[in-house]
């Protein structure tokens, strides 16, 4: 059934949309739950890769990077009512070389060991930027490279000082640093050692520093964790005993499983299944945090979004609040790459707002109609980390779009598969002819927020998919990523922001607030405004 702008508000209503239909697979592959063990439905399509740099996304990283793993820096998730921060993890502080702003060095927590026994030190912190961007080095490995890609891209140089300090130099004045650490896991160099320095059965027997331990997992089925009784950090050792990670990239087949009593916790529900779960008492939990739903558009010399007329058009022909009420509530207009009120927001011209007539103008303006409509292909996928609910939202969008005479066309791809092509960038081979690709994203840093996909300099991140060429954005970026006083740090990006906005560089479509539901019997969480969520405080009863 094709679900369009009018007919999913009818659906919506109806309750069409409804889980029913999607209760079906074999669901005598979940075991029974045992005391103290808590279930999570993910909501992509595998188990995310458990070598330390985790694969799908930020949910990988929220299932199998910070519960597996820990990094030199972590975000504090024990508030809800305030922006997650970072904080010290395995390294307990840090400093600036006041003669080269590019040289830190970090003081390591004493007292840490990997799940082998093994001891963190600063050899294996050394050993470890080296298995994510030293290619001679024999733990190099290319599928941990790529995934930590995102995080590494500022490191140039790295060096063990004595045995509880490490010296890392970056390749240009780098003040947010501390953030992309966070997303840098530690690994350890003995359990390598100790299965024969191969990654392949590391994945199979995991060790890291983490308050969870990986017992066993299964390809696209499950995995499951045991509590780390010996965890530094005695306040976080997890309340329950077990965790089992269960991959359902189908919204409706998660919920079906809570209602089932299969399953213990739910990723991004459906919007119109939210009644059923609140009638079946089940916890309904939302927070804003730092995400939005775009589209990353091309910059290349085949894409029609080189011209701005079609890029401000297609922001102002999206009907938003359509939208909001198709997510049943759970999001808010986007106006732009962060959420108005937030210090980076400022103050741009151009107000991302519903006018399609605005719009039609502009696409006429470019030599298009209703009649001889211009034609663009984006990539999507119909599930991963954050993408809410992709195919309804973009089916919503594409009939929008025809209003206005502008004939989307979807490639549609597995998650994964859609990540690895945003890593490519547009000009890739692959990616050649598509206009656009539908990766959900995050602000929760200047780098991965604003920094990286607007400017040259930050290339090697991968953020700027796009190939986006600004002077004032190059300008704005690079004095912000020098500038270490926050206020001032702040004033920058915001006006980094209105350049963006103004330029309608991306096209911005909703911010989500993040919806989970629990069962009746989930204890102790805390919801986070931030990706990540901390399930170490979590119980069953």
Known sequence: MRVTRRSALRLLASGSLGIGAAAHGDMSAFAQPKPSTLRVAMSVGDIPL????????????????????????????????????IIPELAESWDIDPQDKRVWRFKLRRGVK???????????????????????AQQFDPAQASQGSLYTGSLAAWRKIDDYTVE???????????YG???????????WEAVGKSWSKFAEQPSGTGPWKLTSF???????????????????????????????????????????GQVDWVEAPPPDAIPRLKQSRMQILTNVYPHVWPYMLSFEDDSPFKDVRIRKAVNLAIDREGL?????????????????????????????????????ALVKEAGYSEAKPLKVKIIIAPSGSGQMQPMPMNEFIKENLRDVGIDAEFEVMDWEALRTRRRLGAGAPENKGRGGINN?????????????PSTEFMKATGFNWGNYRNPEAERLGKAAKEEFDPAKQDALLSRLHEVIVNDAMWIWVVHD?????????????????????????????
């Open 218 to 260: 299964k390809p696209r089925e499950r995995a499951e964790l045991v509590r780390n009784e010996t965890y530094w950090d005695k306040a976080r050792v997890p309340k329950s005993e077990r965790l089992v990670l269960l991959p359902m990239p189908d919204a409706n087949a998660r919920v079906a499983a809570l209602l089932s």
């Open 114 to 136: 990997f799940h082998d026994g093994s001891e963190f030190t600063a050899d294996a912190v050394v050993w470890n930027f080296d298995k994510l961007l030293n290619k001679s």
């Open 50 to 85: 458990t070598t330390g740099q985790p694969s799908q996304g930020v949910e990988g990283i929220r299932f199998m990077g910070i519960t597996v793993y820990g990094g030199l820096t972590r975000w504090d998730l024990s508030k809800s009512d305030a922006s997650a921060r």
């Open 513 to 541: 607030l993040n919806p989970r539901a629990l069962a009746p019997g989930v204890k102790g969480f805390v919801q986070a405004q931030s990706w990540y969520q901390d399930l170490t405080p979590v119980t069953v009863n």
């Open 181 to 191: 650490l966070a997303n840098v896991f530690m690994s350890s160099p003995a359990q």
């Open 324 to 360: 909001v009420k198709l997510l049943g509530g759970l999001a808010a207009p986007a106006k732009g790459m962060v959420n108005q009120g937030h210090p980076w927001f400022g103050k741009p011209t151009f107000d991302i707002v519903f006018n399609p007539d605005a719009a039609r």
């Open 440 to 452: 959900s994203w995050a602000f929760w840093d200047p780098d991965i927020g604003l920094i990286g």
């Open 168 to 178: 890392i130099t970056t390749r240009v004045v780098d003040s947010v640093l501390p």
